[in-house]
């Protein structure tokens, strides 16, 4: 018999109790002009640490762009649609969005990437922008 050790669900980081994520600007229904446009980032009830920095209570920002929550079991994806801010910011400057009607949802991740148990992220926003 083989046992494997699953370190996603076995390791899970405990979420800061009542902590959210929320997006600061852009506002839901935002018209923003030509793609390039800074995202603000809040939290409540826990803290912001680099990657690699574990912690109670602390995390840092991920940037889910046009695309569903990923699996709170795995680490979060780093690609075009799940932007990684592990140096802690709390701010992030978009650039070469194209035009038409997006999606923005924040997702708070460990300091090896993973979502909290329970995963923390906030409401999903839409924007639109303008060539």
Do not use: C
Request: net charge neutral.
């Amino acid at each position: 018999v083989l046992f494997y050790y699953t370190p996603a669900l076995a390791d899970r980081t405990p979420a800061p109790k009542n902590a959210s994520v929320y997006i600061i600007w852009p506002r839901d229904g935002s018209v923003i002009k030509k793609g390039k446009f800074w995202v603000r980032m809040g939290l409540e009830n826990a803290g912001i640490a680099p990657k690699g920095v574990r912690l109670p209570n602390v995390g840092h920002h991920h940037i889910i762009i046009d695309s569903d929550l990923p699996p709170f079991d795995l680490q979060i994806p780093s690609d075009q649609k799940h932007l990684h801010f592990g140096g802690g910011q709390t701010e992030a400057r978009l650039e070469n969005i194209d035009p038409g009607k997006h999606t923005l949802q924040l997702l708070l991740g460990d300091h090896d990437h993973y979502p909290h148990d329970p995963p923390i992220y906030s409401e999903r926003i839409t924007i639109t922008v303008l060539p």
